[in-house]
Nanobody, 121 residues
Framework: QVQLVESGGGLVQPGGSLRLSCSKSGGIFSFSIYDIVWFRQAPGKQREWVASISSSGTTTYTNSVKGRFTISRDNAKNTVYLQMNSLEPEDTAVYYC?????????????WGQGTQVTVSS
């Protein structure tokens, strides 16, 4: 089973930017065949879907991040990126990536450790 590793989180002021990375670790299939999703989980809240990118490059976003976040992929580097601009305190959460299409967390049986994003002045 392919495993993914998230990185790039940190502390940023409101209005700032971060770029998260989701890299493939292990597995025998080409990274390019996978649909990739980003989720996030804030303290005391359920894990929520943020963005998706299909194997063909089609992207979708939850309404709260449209126009601020951009998901992209570099199959040669086995990596999906989440560029986050105009960050708000409400974006504070642990961010996770996974392979799949579901925009609800329940069907996913495995999650990585995630990467913490904190937006605060």
């Amino acid at each position: 089973q392919v495993q993914l590793v998230e990185s790039g989180g940190g502390l940023v002021q409101p209005g700032g930017s971060l770029r998260l990375s989701c890299s493939k670790s292990g597995g025998i299939f080409s990274f390019s065949i996978y649909d990739i999703v980003w989720f996030r989980q804030a303290p005391g809240k359920q894990r929520e879907w943020v963005a998706s990118i299909s194997s063909s490059g089609t992207t979708t976003y939850t309404n709260s991040v449209k126009g601020r976040f951009t998901i992209s992929r570099d199959n040669a580097k086995n990596t999906v990126y989440l560029q986050m601009n105009s960050l708000e305190p409400e974006d504070t959460a642990v961010y996770y990536c996974n392979t799949g299409r579901s925009v609800v967390a329940a069907p996913y049986s495995w999650w990585g450790q995630g990467t913490q994003v904190t937006v605060s002045s």
